[in-house]
């Protein structure tokens, strides 16, 4: 496996200043240079980070780099801003122990940047989760929400802060953080109403007017046009590379993020547009009074703020001084009124950033905290050409920066060692805690000179304090002054009579005393905080609350300065509680570009920030140290010799607090691991039971079902043996019974045998005869009397003796079956024939048709006509070859109206239908044709020929004849069906409505009772093409 890089592995230059060889201010740049050329903006001394601005974004800061530089050792890797974030991190959350990132360096060294990068750094790595993740979020997005308001662009820097920021970031003992406290130090508001050339206002002005939409502005009543306003300088309106609209956006939705509410959002950004109105008043001098000249701008802030007009007119025309009981109002001049305007705009102005400050504060507020980050990122030392009270603030901070950092890594270091009697050579190097006496001391300090000179009674003007520093730091070898009594300056032309000039740790900074006094005062005149407290505006009237009427309070209010130098005192107090870590930003150039590396710029820092005293003293003392209580306090518990007292010196405590630790590590990982494994078990346990139980249960159904088909089988064999053994047993006792019988057979045979043997006995032969004689005597009877040999002769001898009864009447039977068999033994061929057709006309008709009696007594000639022998039919005998069964005369019924025409022959063998007088044959059916017989039920002697559908003959339809032999064509057409083997015999409907095919009409043929109209005869008439009427005579 390849070896892990270190540090010295690929490194451009040496990546820790305390390994250069030979160290020399010459190497130590040269150093920095290579390193800063080849994109290396990061060098360490020890733990402290020094970082040249790149000016540029580099590809380090990436999510991956995160992940590289996270719990990973400090000198593991190359350095980075992110390793020191990481070691800050890691001591919070594993040692308990506070800490602050203290980032210092000039104007436009990357300060900010580098504390947003600590910031995100451990927003990254810290955990995670929805609250977290919020927190973290809310922490993140304060940043450019503050630098939209305390950030301006100067010739420095295009995003100078102008404020002091120091934050606070809370975090629980998981190390998850919990929100954060942010306290800020003097904004620089004389900004915002004036700045240098070259220079800008505040971001928020510009981002507010270009990123803004219409609708917003005209609610505001800005114009976006930034020429239009005073206080917006004009020649640096825009920063290039910068995007102050989609910056807006940004502000606008971290403000939202942060918690900020739409309604404040809107009341923020009505305090930012009042300010740029109020830069647009203007006064000038009329009479008595101060008249405003531009009405509008005054008009439109009054409607912002909710202001009465006149309230703020005149608390622009007057001052009134209210001493005790006294209350005097005098006017003010122009200058004067537009001195009041100016400090309205810079109080309205600060005020607001201020309660942004405490209103984020109130969004990122915290519940219980275990340990605290604190994250310091000061306005930086700066020198202008033309500097004032805001520069003496600012770098006064950054000498006090500077004093805790010699404090910590140089001064007590030093002196430790030589305490403890550690052989030591004394490194020199520069104390500037001499200049923060001139600045801060509070007897003869610059700052309580100040203040003393703002309260004291009596003219005070800049002048008067410049002269009282003449006299008083006069003798001070930092201060240098034209008019002090130190005679080297009194030619010195580059030192004018107004300034004075202190000889900072970072270099000379010229003041100008102008604004000094008034700066320091920070005064307000009562009228206008009383007519801002007048308004009907939420926001303004929180801002102004001195204004109230209750609060009168006419004790001054703390100066400028003094509550400056009272924040920073707290602010080092505080931070010497906690672990530091230094971030040293070194500016690389001048330009603010990328790739140039001013050597003599860069030397002047690395002298003034005493980086070389710095390697020297590291490179000279040890890597590590400890204090020994701390140290004792950490370990005693791993030793008995020093738990819970300690008796004497004990070494290796490190190895052996990591070892205890790895016990513990091991034990709770064993525990870990047996729980878990315990768990897997358990797991598997239960699914193995779940697993064994199918299982189980499918064998046993299997068994089961094995079982069940066995004892089947066995219960089928054990019952068929059973079966076959009842059968035989059955069958035993069968044959048994059979047997039994044919005993009891004989048995009986014998009993009646002998029965009978007794009763032929002599005595019973005796009761016989008379018996026999009874019988002869009714046989001889019975034959007398026989009745005739008649068949239709119903007589019968009565019965003598009633126990002939059965006898009797059996003899009757019998003798009429043979009376008959006799009677028709004397039948001729002949009579045998018309008998059968009487049979079968009384089959087909009797009990059926009515015309049925009438028929029984005419014999069956057929033949009336003898066509055979009338030469009148010869034509017609010719017709029909075969032998002619029945000729007669009839009538057929017409079709079309139901009359009955008369006149018409009947030949039946084929059915011919021919005309009486010439004997025409009118129409021919064949026998097979016909499909059936309709007759009615009545006396009447129509009947109907249907002939099958479909057949040759069937063309004109069925036939409707009628005739009074009706009986005896019917029963002959009958039998003659019957005796054709091709043919079912003709099928005879007897039915008093009955349907008949007419060409294509199906005609209903019915039978009604009633009076006949011709006589007796039945009348037939059509009544329509669907009903044919047969009015019939009613039966008697
Ligand atoms: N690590 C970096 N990577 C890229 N650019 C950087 C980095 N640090 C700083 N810069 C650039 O330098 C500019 C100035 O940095 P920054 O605002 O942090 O300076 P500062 O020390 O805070 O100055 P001031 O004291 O005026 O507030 C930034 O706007 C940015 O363009
Ligand atoms: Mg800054």
């Not at 240079?33 to 402290?48: A, L, Q």
């Not at 001048?590 to 490179?619: P, W």
Request: with cysteine; proline share 3%; charged share 25%.
């Amino acid at each position: 496996m390849e070896g892990k890089a270190s540090l010295l592995d690929n490194m451009i230059g040496v990546g820790d200043m305390v390994l250069l060889e030979p160290l020399s201010e010459d190497s130590f740049l040269e150093n920095l240079k290579k390193r800063f050329d080849h994109n290396e903006i990061y060098t360490y001394i020890g733990s402290v980070v020094i970082s040249v601005n790149p000016y540029r974004s580099l590809p380090i800061y990436t999510p991956e780099k995160v992940e590289e530089y996270r719990n990973r050792n400090f000198y593991e890797l190359s350095p980075h801003i992110y390793a020191l974030a990481d070691e800050a991190y890691r001591s919070l959350r594993d040692q308990d122990k506070d800490q602050c990132i203290l980032i210092t360096g000039e104007s436009g060294a990357g300060k900010t940047e580098a504390s947003k990068l600590v910031m995100s750094y451990v927003a990254a790595v810290c955990g995670k989760g929805q609250e977290v993740n919020k927190v973290k979020e809310q922490l993140l997005q304060s940043n450019p929400v503050l630098e939209a308001f305390g950030n301006a662009k100067t010739v420095r820097n295009d995003n100078s802060s102008r404020f002091g920021k120091y934050m606070d970031i809370e975090f629980d003992f998981k190390g998850d953080p919990l929100g954060g406290v942010i306290s800020n130090y003097l904004l620089e508001k004389s900004r915002v109403v004036k700045q240098p050339r070259g220079e800008r206002n505040f971001h928020v002005f510009y981002q507010l007017l270009s990123g803004a939409s219409d609708e917003t502005l005209k609610k505001l009543k800005l114009d976006r046009d930034v020429s239009k306003y005073n206080y917006l300088c004009l020649d640096s309106a825009s920063v290039s590379g910068v995007d102050d609209a989609a910056n807006f956006r940004t502000v606008r939705n971290a403000m939202q993020i942060v918690g900020f509410m739409e309604d404040e959002v809107q009341s923020v950004l009505q305090l930012v547009a009042a300010v740029l109105k109020l830069g647009n008043i203007e006064f000038k001098p009329e009479f008595v009074f101060l008249t405003l000249v531009v009405f509008t701008d005054l008009k439109e802030m009054c409607e912002l703020l909710g202001i009465e007009q006149s309230v703020l007119e005149r608390a622009f025309s007057y001052r009134t001084v209210e001493a005790k009981s006294e209350k005097v109002s005098t006017t003010l001049n122009v200058a004067q009124a537009y001195y009041a305007r100016d400090a309205l705009a810079k109080n309205l102005y600060s005020r607001l950033f201020s309660w942004m400050v405490t209103r984020i504060n109130g969004s990122i507020k915290v519940g219980p905290f275990s340990v605290v980050m604190g994250v310091l990122d000061i306005y930086g030392f700066e020198i202008f050409e033309d500097n004032s009270f805001e520069q003496f603030i600012i770098n006064y901070c950054n000498e006090k920066l500077q004093q805790i950092f010699i404090e910590l890594t140089l001064r007590e270091e030093q002196e430790e060692y030589i305490r403890e009697g550690i052989e030591w050579t004394n490194i020199e190097y520069f104390n500037n805690a001499v200049i923060c006496d001139l600045m801060e001391n509070n007897q003869n300090g610059i700052l309580a000179m100040l203040d003393e000179e703002c309260l004291r009674p009596g003219t005070v003007t800049d002048e008067t304090f410049l002269d009282k520093l003449n006299t008083i730091c006069a003798e001070h070898q930092h201060f240098e002054s034209r008019l002090s009594k130190n005679s080297k300056f009194l030619t010195d032309h580059s030192l004018p009579h107004n300034c004075f000039r202190i000889q900072h740790y970072a270099g000379k900074v010229l003041y100008r005393v102008e604004g000094f006094v008034d700066k320091n005062n920070d005064l307000l005149y009562r009228d206008l905080s009383q007519a801002m407290y007048k308004a009907n505006h939420n926001l303004i009237k929180q801002l102004f609350p001195e204004g109230s009427p209750a609060k009168i309070n006419l004790k001054r209010p703390p100066t400028a300065g003094f509550q400056f130098k009272a924040s920073v005192g707290t602010l080092m107090r505080n931070l010497q509680t906690k672990n530091p870590n230094y971030i040293r930003c070194i500016k690389p150039n001048d330009k603010k570009a990328s790739h140039i590396f001013t050597e003599s710029l860069v030397c002047h820092q690395v002298r003034y920030l005493g980086l070389m005293e710095n390697v020297r003293v590291r490179r000279a003392g040890y890597a590590f140290r400890q204090a020994y209580e701390a140290c004792l306090e950490r370990y005693k518990m791993l030793c008995k010799k020093t738990w819970p007292h300690w008796k004497g010196p004990l070494f290796f405590l490190e190895e052996r607090r990591r070892q205890c630790l790895q016990d513990l590590a091991a034990l709770i990982q064993k525990i870990y691991r047996g729980w878990k494994c315990r768990r897997q078990f358990l797991l598997m346990k239960k699914s193995q039971v779940v697993v064994a139980a199918w299982y189980r249960r499918y064998a046993q159904e299997k068994k089961y079902k094995k079982i069940k088909h066995a004892t089947t089988v066995m219960q089928s064999y054990a019952r068929g043996w059973q079966a076959r053994k009842l059968l035989r047993q059955l069958k035993h006792q069968k044959r048994c019974e059979e047997a039994a019988t044919t005993i009891a057979a004989y048995w009986h045979g014998t009993q009646v045998k002998q029965e009978d043997l007794q009763l032929h006995s002599p005595e019973n032969s005796k009761q016989d005869f008379f018996f026999f004689l009874r019988i002869q005597k009714y046989f001889l009877n019975l034959r007398k009397n026989l009745p005739s040999m008649s068949p239709i002769d119903k007589s019968w001898p009565t019965r003598p003796y009633s126990f002939l009864d059965g006898v009797h009447t059996e003899l009757r039977r019998i003798f009429h079956l043979w009376r008959c068999k006799k009677y028709r033994s004397q039948f001729t061929e002949e009579k045998k024939a018309v008998y059968e057709e009487k049979l079968e006309a009384s089959e087909l008709f009797k009990d059926k048709k009515a015309l049925y009696p009438s028929s029984v007594s005419q014999s069956f000639k057929g033949d009336y006509l003898e066509i055979n022998k009338n030469p009148k039919y010869q034509k017609l005998h010719s017709a029909v070859d075969e032998k002619v069964l029945l000729a007669d005369t009839i009538s057929k019924i017409n079709r079309a109206n139901g009359k009955v025409g008369g006149g018409n022959l009947l030949v039946l063998s084929l059915v011919v239908l021919a005309d009486q007088k010439t004997g025409q044959v009118k129409a021919s059916v064949p026998l097979l044709d016909l499909a059936s017989v309709s007759v009615s039920k009545q006396s009447d002697g129509f009947f109907a020929l249907k002939l099958k559908e479909g057949s040759a003959s069937a063309v004109k339809g069925d036939f409707l004849l009628s005739s009074e032999r009706l009986i005896e064509i019917i029963t002959k057409l009958y039998r003659l069906s019957a005796a054709n083997a091709e043919r079912v015999p003709l099928s005879v409907d007897i039915s008093d409505e009955f349907l008949v095919q007419f060409k294509n009409d199906k005609v209903c043929v019915k039978f009604i009772q009633g009076s006949p109209r011709n006589g007796n005869s039945a009348s037939c008439k059509r009544k329509n093409n669907r009903l044919l009427e047969v009015s019939v005579p009613s039966t008697p």
